[in-house]
């Protein structure tokens, strides 16, 4: 090779090196340390040819540094395989491993040590996503009455009463939740959960994709099969699906295509195997049009999650405002449910924060205070009788009481904070569920 190919190459090799470092997800570190020992080479020979002292100490100077980076990637490799890695899987959450021991693992063939302990790493993350605080309700999830009563036709029914289930009368499988974004599909799953005593795993795409290649289709096996070995029925919910199941495409990467075929590979298998009745995959979205259709037809339901209707948004500003002193005329109420209509739960959630921070304002702004029966200090205005001069921080904090809330301080929120479900997004919704909805509340 002339002294030009070399120098050429090794550029080519560590632009090739920074790209793959710069990637959020499927780092490939093994072409990394390919790269950078190439580089290495190429580097070597440049400097073993080379007469001018001053290019020699710097070609010097790049092989000692691209010595520490192969060094670096080499450890991490590893760390990856002997279970040291703290980016290879989520973080901790913590949670006891309650059934660490009575998993079947993932056969994988090899069997080394740090195989072994990768499974294992594996399995605790698995294990991590395993809902166990289940203090959100039905009760607490306002309105979507059709997707509460399919959910529990689905999954409770059928977990409580299983004889009622068997026969012809299988229950379903897979269902999908889509809707605009806000609209409480991620809160409903959690009061699914806790409607049931069975295994429920939470699992989000940042769960199961994995910065370094091939780890997240074994993580995605690893769930499916936790799951089975779980006695009783278990319940995936997997969040954002979309993330994992976009439409394919021919500029699409092999391992996002890998990482899909292997999902649909374990939802085929909780189809055919033995386990069939074994598992429920219950999924969210907020953009079903961007899910590869073999997932979409895997569904066997697909529930629309629309924006909360007027007996919803009342009851899910009571719902974010409760405990807190209200000063509302059953009028008010209803202008406030006519004013938020096209507002998303979560918009509603967002604005009555917003309100019930009005009065705290007004305690910063106020100089004049009454005094109530009890001792406490209420804000007031000047012209109240006995009122008293004093500043907010003159008073001792037990002895500060905010005013009530009242329906200006909605107003300037709903101000403040506008809907954020756009009309043409709702539109693409209906167009969606008119297709492949399986329900849809006007
Ligand atoms: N029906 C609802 N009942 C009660 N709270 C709701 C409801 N819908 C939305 N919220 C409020 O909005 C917040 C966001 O809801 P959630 O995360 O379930 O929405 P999502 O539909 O999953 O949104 P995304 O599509 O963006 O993931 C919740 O924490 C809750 O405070
Ligand atoms: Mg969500």
């Not at 990856?80 to 059934?99: F, K």
């Not at 039905?138 to 689905?154: N, R």
Request: glycine share 6%; with cysteine; net charge neutral.
């Amino acid at each position: 090779m002339e002294e030009i190919s070399f120098y050429t190459d090794a550029i080519a090799c560590l632009k090739q090196t920074l790209r793959e470092g710069d990637k959020d997800s499927n780092v490939d570190i093994q072409l990394m340390l390919r790269n950078i020992q190439r580089c290495q080479t190429s580097v070597e020979k440049l400097k073993h040819n080379q007469e001018d002292q001053f290019f020699k100490s710097a070609l010097e100077k790049l092989g000692r540094s691209l010595c520490s980076q192969a060094d670096i990637l080499e450890r991490k490799i590893t760390q990856l395989n002997t279970n040291l890695c703290g980016n290879l899987l989520p973080p901790s959450r913590h949670q006891p491993l309650t059934a660490a021991t009575t998993t079947t693992e993932v056969s994988e063939p090899g069997g080394s040590e740090g195989q072994t302990s990768q499974k294992r790493e594996r399995r605790s993350a698995i294990e991590d996503t395993i809902l166990n605080s289940r203090n959100i309700k039905f009760c607490d999830v306002a309105g979507l009455a059709e997707a509460k009563q399919a959910l529990t036709e689905a999954i409770i029914m059928p977990l409580h009463y299983p004889k009622l289930f068997t026969g012809g009368r299988k229950p379903w499988k897979r269902i999908l939740l889509f809707g605009p974004p806000g609209t409480g599909k991620s809160r409903l799953a959690q009061a699914v959960a806790a409607e049931i005593n069975s295994t429920f795993y939470s699992v989000s795409s940042a769960d199961l994709i994995s910065s370094w290649v091939g780890e997240s289709e074994k993580l995605i096996k690893e769930l499916f099969c936790h799951a089975t070995s779980q006695p009783g029925r278990s319940v995936i919910f997997i969040d954002e699906i979309d993330s994992i199941c976009r439409q394919r495409s021919s500029r699409e990467e092999e391992h996002t295509r890998r990482v899909k075929t292997e999902l649909l590979k374990q939802m085929e298998g909780a189809d055919n195997s033995g386990t069939s009745d074994k598992i429920f995959l219950l999924c969210a979205t907020n953009c079903p049009w961007e899910l590869d259709s073999a997932f979409l037809r895997r569904f066997q339901k697909r529930i629309y999650i629309p924006l909360p209707e007027n007996a919803a948004r009342l009851q899910l500003i009571k719902l974010h405002s409760k405990d807190t002193r209200m000063n509302l005329s059953e009028e008010d109420w209803g202008m406030l449910v006519d004013k938020t209509e096209g507002y998303s739960g979560s918009d509603i959630a967002t604005f009555t924060l917003g309100a019930l921070f009005e009065p705290v304002r007004d305690l910063q702004a106020s100089l004049h205070w009454r005094q109530l029966a009890n001792g406490q200090l209420a804000p007031c205005n000047s012209s109240f009788p006995g009122a008293l001069s004093f500043t907010l921080s003159d008073i001792p904090p037990d002895q500060i009481v905010p005013r009530d809330i009242n329906l200006s301080d909605f107003l300037k929120a709903l101000q403040a904070h506008r809907r954020t479900v756009t009309d043409e997004e709702l539109e693409k919704f209906h167009k969606f569920t008119q297709h492949f909805g399986e329900t849809e509340t006007p």
